[in-house]
């Protein structure tokens, strides 16, 4: 089965239904050359599709986990798709790379955050910010050839 297929078939089993604007928003995001893209790249290639349209099918996509947020260091607010269920992310400063990882010892203090202030809190997102081993790699050459 391929990806638009799967994304289509957990659309309809949580009872959404599938038009053709939003047909064209799910090739769009499948379609997109980067790994991680924004809601104007989206927007872009979608010329026939309104705003509002491709606004809520990126939030839907996004609350059904079939795309996650990726908050750049310059506030850019970039979406990829998601291959799993909860995570977080590294994202190198120099080129924008950014990679999953699922390892997230917060919750302690996510308990104690929500006792001490009395919220029910419902979800976290953390980003990492740094440099990735190429990054790292051709500075180290830079600085060692000048």
Avoid at 93 to 111: A, H, M, N, Q, T
Wanted: contains cysteine; glycine residues 6%; charged residues 30%.
């Amino acid at each position: 089965m391929s990806d638009i297929d799967l994304i289509i078939e957990r659309l309809e089993m949580r009872g959404h239904r599938v038009t053709a604007s939003r047909r064209r928003v799910l090739d769009a995001v499948l379609a997109q050359p980067s790994p991680h893209f924004t809601v104007d790249d989206v927007l872009h290639a979608t010329r026939k599709v309104g705003r509002a349209t491709v606004f809520r099918t990126m939030k839907l996509l996004t609350d059904l986990n079939i795309l996650c947020r990726v908050l750049l260091e310059d506030g850019a607010l970039h979406y990829r798709l998601s291959a799993r269920g909860h995570h977080h992310h590294l994202v190198c400063r120099d080129c924008g790379r950014v990679e999953d990882f699922s390892k997230c010892d917060v919750e302690p203090l996510v308990r104690e955050l929500a006792r001490a202030t009395d919220y029910e809190i419902e979800g976290h997102w953390l980003e990492v910010y740094g440099r990735c081993e190429t990054c790292r790699l051709l500075k180290r050459e830079a600085v060692s050839v000048g």
